[in-house]
T-cell receptor, first 114, second 114 residues
Framework: DAKTTQPTSMDCAEGRAANLPCNHS???????VYWYRQIHSQGPQYIIH???NNETNEMASLIITEDRKSSTLILPHATLRDTAVYYC???????????????FGGGTRLMVKP | EAQVTQNPRYLITVTGKKLTVTCSQN?????MSWYRQDPGLGLRQIYY???????DKGDVPEGYKVSRKEKRNFPLILESPSPNQTSLYFC?????????????FGPGTRLTVL
């Protein structure tokens, strides 16, 4: 799976959009971009994933650049409960990974402030 | 509500005293797995199961056992716990092991072995 690079930490004001960037310059054609988050000591929570088109769900939007070398997760109206570590990971589509293991990097620690 | 549950949430035990951490999911998922999370080491997969009676080792299986007698349950067994198994444990499940299937995580079990 391709390596990703994220800023270590970010702040966001409550009610504003939080834009979390991720670089994945070595991504290959059959790799998806996934976002998970982990609120302190809780289980990781799936947010969204995409291949090349922008995606939106009830939690967030995912914007993937045309060359797919980077992406941005957007939380449109951040709340205090969105304070968490956000992980961007790139995974090959299909079932090549026998254990379907998720591997998180360092992630971005998002602090939403009142 | 679709969920993965783990019990207990917190456990303090002593070296050598056998323990079991239960995991149950109500989504009829085929795939389940166990991870441990330690500071600086991220998530590491212990064991996984692709279906009833089908289990396999992840990256760090030593000192652990699992069983999958029913689809919904995937207990983690520590026959003789040691202090290096002090960690935060997560159970996860997904519909299958296809990478695009969302993985749902339990709330975590914080284990301390004295």
């Amino acid at each position: 799976d391709a390596k990703t690079t994220q800023p270590t930490s970010m702040d966001c004001a409550e009610g504003r959009a939080a834009n979390l960037p991720c670089n994945h310059s070595t991504i290959s054609g059959n790799e998806y971009v996934y976002w998970y988050r982990q609120i302190h000591s809780q289980g990781p929570q799936y947010i969204i994933h995409g291949l090349k088109n922008n995606e939106t769900n009830e939690m967030a939007s995912l914007i993937i650049t045309e060359d797919r070398k980077s992406s941005t997760l957007i939380l449109p109206h951040a709340t205090l409960r969105d304070t968490a570590v956000y992980y961007c990971i790139v995974r090959v589509a299909g079932n090549n990974n026998a254990g379907n293991m998720l591997t998180f990097g360092g992630g971005t620690r998002l602090m939403v402030k009142p | 509500e679709a969920q993965v549950t783990q019990n207990p949430r917190y456990l303090i035990t002593v070296t050598g005293k056998k323990l079991t951490v239960t995991c149950s999911q109500n989504m009829n998922h085929e795939y389940m797995s166990w991870y441990r999370q330690d500071p600086g080491l991220g998530l590491r997969q212990i064991y996984y199961s692709m279906n009833v009676e089908v289990t396999d080792k992840g990256d760090v299986p030593e000192g652990y056992k699992v069983s999958r007698k029913e689809k919904r349950n995937f207990p983690l067994i520590l026959e003789s716990p040691s202090p290096n198994q002090t960690s935060l444990y997560f159970c996860a499940s997904s519909l299958s092991r296809v990478s695009t299937d969302t993985q749902y995580f339990g709330p975590g079990t914080r284990l301390t072995v004295l």
